[in-house]
């Protein structure tokens, strides 16, 4: 390990700042899944992901000297990813429709609810939500921002961020026991 990554991520940074394709054709393929599974959460859809994740890979190869060598570059990575899919969730606000969770399609029905509570699962429910309930869950609960840093990113204020917070959470647990009653009712 040299700093905090292995030689083999170190030779290929140092192949992409040289602008060797080889060396970044790697590297995309090395963190493509790590990086798909940030955008994918801050995302309508797959496609739109996808969309994030090459604009954010662009700005990796362009700003890859930028990189601190002392830090892991999988945060680097990470925080690009996310700053990336904030920047196109600002640019499409115009574009998204909210739409409410009881005129949404319902999320198809389980055997079990409870056996289910899988990821796939929970980033589906997840998705569902408004885009910027989406976007405030995702960088509160999961990347683990506070109410002030959102504020700052979305350009809201830590108030909004914190109504917005607790609406999704509302709006998933409402979703989850509406599934519950009909999957009961399903047996009656």
């Known amino acids: 390990m040299i700093g905090t990554e292995s030689i083999e991520v170190v030779e290929l940074l140092r192949g992409c700042l040289r602008n060797d394709r080889e060396a970044q054709r790697k590297l995309y393929q090395r963190f493509y ?57 600002r640019h499409n606000l115009k574009h998204y429709h909210a739409a409410d969770l009881d005129t949404s399609p319902p999320v198809a029905a389980t055997a079990d609810v409870v056996s289910d509570l899988n990821y796939e699962y929970l980033m589906g429910l997840i998705q569902q939500l408004s885009p910027a309930y989406r976007t405030v869950f995702n960088l509160y609960v999961i990347d683990g921002y506070t109410h002030e840093e959102i504020a700052g990113m979305l350009g809201i204020s830590p108030g909004t961020s914190k109504s917005n917070l607790s609406k999704a959470r509302a709006n998933l647990r409402e979703v989850l026991k509406k599934n519950r009653v009909d999957e009961v009712e399903q047996y009656i």
């Open 33 to 89: 899944g790590y990086a798909m599974s940030v955008c994918v959460r801050y995302s309508a859809d797959v496609e739109e992901a996808r969309e994030v994740l090459n604009d954010g890979f662009m700005k990796v190869f362009t700003r890859l000297a930028q990189y601190d060598p002392n830090k892991p570059f999988k945060g680097w990575i990470r925080r690009i990813m996310i700053n990336t899919a904030l920047d196109n969730y």
